[in-house]
């Protein structure tokens, strides 16, 4: 039976988890104030005329680097991630619990 406390086992299925979530907060959340400074008055909706600025940003310079810096650390422990994945889908009761996706009802 596998024995990792939770924290390690998240680090290990979600390789740099932290810093993965931080660099798309902060897309989004540009994202979302370039939709709230384009409302359209009156009509509940926004009308967005560019969003190049945003992406440049985001996938160019220092942000681009540190993008390739974490997604390559993530991608290289993909191979472990999985291994412990299934070997604890395979052998602990309360994995398969947690990850246990019940149908839509019809």
């Known amino acids: ?22 660099t798309h907060t902060h897309f989004l ?8 400074t384009s409302l359209v008055e009156g009509r509940g909706h926004s009308i967005i005329h560019s969003i190049g600025d945003i ?8 942000n681009a680097d540190r993008m390739k810096k974490v997604y390559g650390k993530f991608c290289s422990r993909h191979s472990e991630a999985v291994n412990l994945y ?3 889908h395979a052998k602990d009761k309360r994995f398969q619990a947690l990850i246990k996706v019940d ?3 019809p």
């Open 1 to 22: 039976m596998v024995t990792l406390n939770p924290f390690t086992a998240v680090a290990v299925v979600f390789p740099m988890l932290d810093d993965l979530l931080e």
């Open 29 to 36: 959340t540009l994202l979302l104030e370039r939709r709230k």
């Open 55 to 62: 992406l440049t940003n985001q996938f160019s310079g220092c």
């Open 86 to 88: 299934k070997e604890l």
């Open 103 to 105: 149908p839509p009802p």
